[in-house]
């Protein structure tokens, strides 16, 4: 069996970041490539319907050797890009061995290193090897970790027949990154009753709920007079941006919140004293939470436009994604099975809310409940991300788990 370790090395030297704002699907052909390899393994291994269709997602069936009639038919998936926020290209990746909890040197030449005090995460895996960058760019685990474990699973499964399962979809995604991993994905085609992605961080870790999102674009119409000649005529379109997020809870904002915590985060803001644009995005678990954030901010722009008597700022709010809890708590045993799993090779489950979404979050309310399990990596889309090589043998495990539990039903 090839290790899930040397797959997992294999796809990172292949570039797949996607790009935000593109006319094509998916955002960048360079995923393609990635996509194509996987297919030809996919085909390697003896899963003859592996395939790639239009839009680039990676579909498979591992078909049962189980003979119990009636079994939920189960999909992986995992998603090919990186992120957008930093190069994928030229990954150079360093293995750590028998870390010794002190600084960790990513790149001497360069002076780039990580501290367990600034990355406290990496004091958890004290004699374990980890996989880093050199510094330059991401390491990809987020989520080439998933796609390796997900291979090495059905790999695994494949040369040990003895262990029975039922049908399983393996899927691969491109454009997660940019929050159109699922926008062609054809959940029926699919034909999994429930899926797990594998898309989540630290060694033990189940997730079935994630953020309600929005983003709000709001356009600020001012009045630029001669500033010599404008007193109470100029309306500065910069000023009154400011003044609407002055309206909005400061401690709801991103830097100040955690766990359970929703934010209001604005993350563009721009223009002249004519015209200026804010982009928020919006976050809470908590779906009524959510909607008062979102009344809120209307409230706030509508206090602007009759203070000044005028429509000086449009605003557009469109949900993004939601809770996929709603979805997924009605089927509680998608959530045991997978706990069983991680229990049954060692691990201590740990549930946590994502603060962000994941294919799954979609896919939810698609129809497909779709929680998400871990990969092992830590610090994703940047240059500190790392992943401890046990924490990958743990994943393909736990994958194999799944399998096996789903089958003894
Ligand atoms: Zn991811």
Known sequence: ??????????????????????????STAKQLDL??????????????DAAMDKY????????????????????????????????????????????????????????????????PDLKKYIGKTLITTDGTTLLGADDKAGVAEIMAAVEY?????????????????????VGSGVDHFDVEAFG??????????????????????AGAELTIHGRNVHPGKSKLKMRNALIIGMELNDLLPVFERPEFTENYEGFYHLYQFGGTVEQASMTYIIRDHDREKFETKKALLGEAVDYINAKYGDQIIDVKIKDQYYNMREQVELHPEIIEIAIQAIQAVGLTPIIDPVRGGTDGSRLSYMGLPTPNVFTGGHYGHG????????AMEKAVEVLVKIAELVAEG
């Open 383 to 390: 240059k500190y991300e790392f992943i401890p090589t046990f």
């Open 35 to 48: 996509a194509r390899l996987l297919v030809d393994e996919l085909k390697d291994l003896g899963l003859e």
């Open 192 to 213: 999994a009753d429930f899926a797990y992605t594998v898309d989540g961080g630290e060694v033990g870790e189940v997730q079935y709920e994630n953020f309600n999102a």
């Open 157 to 177: 499964l494949l040369e040990h027949p003895e262990i029975q399962h039922g049908t399983l979809k393996i899927g691969f995604t491109p454009d997660e990154e």
């Open 56 to 119: 680039g997602y990676v579909t498979a069936t591992l078909p049962a050797n189980s003979n119990k009639q009636g079994l939920p038919v189960v999909g992986f998936l995992a998603h090919m890009d990186t992120s957008p926020d930093l190069s994928g290209a030229d990954v150079n990746p360093q293995f750590i061995e028998d870390y010794d909890g002190g600084r960790v040197v990513l790149n001497a030449e360069k002076g780039i290193s990580m501290s367990p005090e600034e990355f």
């Open 1 to 26: 069996m090839q290790s899930v370790i040397d797959r997992f090395i294999r796809y990172i030297q292949i570039d797949t970041q996607s790009i935000h704002k593109s006319d094509s699907y998916p």
